[in-house]
């Protein structure tokens, strides 16, 4: 496979946690593994005069830092191809560049260095929002897997983020659960209502099931359950992170109507997902 995993390292917990979980990512898939590490010598776009030798010594510390993490990767997946990089840069940015030849990048939900304050404010959501390819937030701290994987889905084209989900539960030999929920309406808080809220449910759920009924066919060993329920999309995607080893959910570009919803949607999910995330752009290629 030509496009690899990339992932960001800075030498944090997290980062080692998002670098072990890309060094599995790139055996599952056969792909290489690229570890970068980005100096940010101006953050938040003000130029910063460095003291002498101060650059020399930030790419050091980089270098160093790569240097752990590639051992650190063979020794976890040596049959791994493993490349590093130190960029010089904003990481939203060096990230972006790099997706565009990627087949997702993965970091970690906060970190040091060029990583700091990830997903604590606009780096996070930067990265989801500029890059090409599926990015994964490696939230959580490790736990046994549960061989189950979890999709968000509405009722418009959610095509990407369903192929993404099915090639990761087929890659994990793991069970798909799709998660479509929709908010209680008020006008039918009364009695009486249920028989209405049933055909609402079975409508969404019909719905649901022929939006990946071409994909699952293409993935027959993936065992696939609906889950249709009554709630906030955020929440009902925060709830099922708790039982499942990754949460995914698609993203549209700021325009349109459901544009709105699906960022809520995602930030939501990179703020308060007890599982890694991962957040695929509705142009990306499956």
């Not at 800075?10 to 898939?29: F, Q």
């Not at 939900?109 to 929002?129: P, Y």
């Amino acid at each position: 496979m030509s496009d690899p995993i990339v992932v960001g390292a800075d030498g944090s917990v997290p980062s080692e946690h998002a670098l072990a979980w890309a060094a599995d990512e790139a055996a599952r898939y056969r792909r290489d593994l690229r570890i970068v590490h980005a100096v940010e010598k101006w953050p938040f776009d003000v130029p910063l005069t460095l003291a002498p030798g101060e650059a020399s010594s930030l790419s050091r510390a980089g270098s160093e830092v790569l240097a752990s993490a590639e051992r650190v990767a063979h020794a976890r997946r040596p049959q791994v191809p493993v490349s590093i990089e130190l960029a010089s840069g904003r990481t939203v940015q060096v990230l972006a560049e790099h997706s565009r030849e990627a087949y997702e990048v993965v970091v970690g939900h906060r970190g040091l260095g060029g990583f700091a304050g990830l997903l604590l404010g606009s780096v996070g959501l930067g990265i989801v929002r500029n890059t090409a390819c599926p990015v994964v937030l490696v939230r959580g701290e490790p736990k046994a897997e549960r061989a189950e994987i979890a999709v968000g889905v509405g009722l418009g084209d959610d095509s990407a983020a369903l192929e993404y989900a099915f090639r990761a539960a087929a890659a994990r030999n793991a069970g798909l659960r799709v998660v479509h929920a929709w908010p209680f309406p008020e006008a039918l808080d009364e009695p009486g209502a249920g028989a209405d809220l049933r055909r609402i449910e079975e409508r969404a759920r019909w719905r649901v099931i022929e939006a990946h009924a071409p994909i699952r066919k293409r993935f027959p060993g993936v065992d696939v359950a609906e889950d249709i329920v009554q709630d906030n999309p955020a929440a009902a995607l925060v709830a099922a992170s708790r039982d499942v080893d990754l949460v995914i959910a698609g993203t549209r570009p700021h325009t349109g109507l459901t544009a709105p919803r699906s960022h809520a949607v995602t930030h939501a999910l990179i703020h308060h997902a007890h599982c890694p995330v991962a957040v695929v752009p509705v142009t990306s290629e499956t």
